[in-house]
């Protein structure tokens, strides 16, 4: 059971750029959601997902895309990266609602420079 | 808007010293609050997890209270440890499931 799994750990990126952040989990949870981190800030929600087939936008989804073709994956596609995407992303699972009161599980982050 | 404040937001203890970390939010209507562990270069660990009806909830050394009337919450560490060296986030969530996150406190401690 490997919880949730980010991939890249690390990357850089040149502005006009695009990549995708892999995120996978095998919990077979229902909820999945990707944040971002900044310094000084709490965690802000860049998109989440209900179910396999279903997505939604959270706070700060600007420049950013998802998908959701199976339960286990969820990954973050930036479209064109520009320097005010360089952040720690967390990819998050959960089963059933987020604030129901179940355990969130986090990934281990992905840490992304765009210069 | 939903807020949560989170203080200090920084401290330093020394090993095996006691430390309480302060929580104060704005979220309504209120459903959970959560405290969670994030070493440095990792994802955020669940600690504890307290509804409405709970005001104190323990995990080994970490006691968390809740006090919904004033809105605050705050996360004890006893007999503190090098491995409890990290970010402490609290999380408060409201009943339309949406996730209001502090920016954390980070604790040092040293030998």
């Known amino acids: 059971n490997a919880g949730v799994t980010q991939t890249p750990k690390f990357q850089v990126l040149k502005t006009g750029q695009s990549m995708t952040l892999q995120c996978a989990q095998d919990?077979?949870?229902?909820?999945m959601s990707w944040y971002r981190q900044d310094p000084g800030m709490g965690l802000r929600l860049i998109h989440y997902?209900?179910?396999?087939?279903?997505?939604d936008q959270g706070e700060v989804p600007n420049g950013y895309n998802v998908s959701r073709s199976t339960t286990e994956d969820f990954p973050l596609r930036l479209l064109s990266a520009a320097p005010s995407q360089t952040s720690v992303y967390f990819c998050?699972?959960?089963?059933?609602?987020?604030?129901?009161?179940?355990?969130?599980?986090f990934g281990e982050g992905s840490w992304l420079t765009v210069v | 808007k939903n807020q949560v404040e989170q203080s200090p937001q920084s401290l330093i203890i020394l090993e095996g010293k006691n430390c309480t970390l302060q929580?104060?939010?704005?979220?309504?209507?209120?459903?959970?609050l959560r405290w969670y562990k994030q070493d440095t270069g990792r994802g955020p660990v669940s600690l504890t997890i307290?509804?409405?009806?709970?005001n104190t909830k323990s995990n080994g050394r970490y006691t968390a209270t809740l006090d919904a009337d004033t809105k605050q919450s705050s996360l004890h560490i006893t007999a503190s440890q090098l491995s409890d060296s990290a970010s402490y986030i609290c999380?408060?969530?409201?009943?339309?499931?949406?996730?209001?996150f502090g920016a954390g406190t980070t604790v040092t401690v040293r030998a």
């Open positions: 998050a699972s959960t089963r059933g609602q987020v604030g129901s009161g179940n355990t969130i599980y």
């Open positions: 919990m077979n949870h229902e909820y």
């Open positions: 997902s209900v179910g396999a087939g279903i997505t």
């Open positions: 929580c104060n939010y704005t979220v309504s209507p209120f459903s959970n």
């Open positions: 307290m509804t409405f009806s709970e």
């Open positions: 999380v408060v969530s409201a009943t339309d499931y949406k996730l209001s």
